[in-house]
């Protein structure tokens, strides 16, 4: 067990964009870690940005409305699109929704995009922290399971 891989592996999983659709491909096919290693690791590394994003809305969004930046702009914009596109789902489904929005591991859905839309629906902390990561746990799962079968079906065409 090399520790750097599964930093690697951990980091990954803590990124934006890439979250455990990077991070598990990249400890099961390339680093070639067990899955239920890098399964862990990356379902953690993916949790502990939620710790400070969802905190740091709070805080960070006060500061860019009393000093507006491009970053300003930014955040306004994913928000106003976050709920354009959710809303109609979130008045039907409530908070579950964001275990639904958190676990489809697709581009722009995650924990990173649940935790905004978390705040943009008024969702407390201690209710939206659960629920994303139990949609970490889900999309981990659903991302593992789609790694290994694309391995083996990549063993049986070579």
Do not use: C
């Not at 709920?83 to 008045?91: C, G, H, I, K, S």
């Amino acid at each position: 067990m090399d520790v750097v891989e599964f930093l690697e592996v951990f980091f990954a999983a803590m990124t934006p964009v890439g979250e455990l659709r990077l991070s598990i491909p990249l400890g099961i096919y390339t680093l070639n870690l067990p899955w239920y290693q890098v399964l862990l690791v990356s379902v953690v590394g993916n949790i502990i940005p939620v710790l400070f994003i969802i905190p740091g809305l709070h805080v960070g969004t006060r500061l860019l409305h009393r000093y507006p930046t491009f970053l300003t702009r930014i955040l306004d914009w994913r928000t106003e699109s976050l709920l354009q596109t959710y809303n109609a789902r979130f008045a039907k489904y409530g908070p579950a929704f964001l275990v639904v929005l958190v676990a489809i591991p697709l581009p722009i859905t995650g924990a990173w995009t649940g935790s905004l839309a978390s705040w943009a629906f008024g969702i407390p902390a201690k209710k939206a922290i659960p629920l994303i990561a139990l949609g970490v746990v889900f999309a981990g799962i659903i991302v593992t399971v789609l790694t290994e079968m694309g391995i083996k079906v990549g063993d049986v065409l070579t």
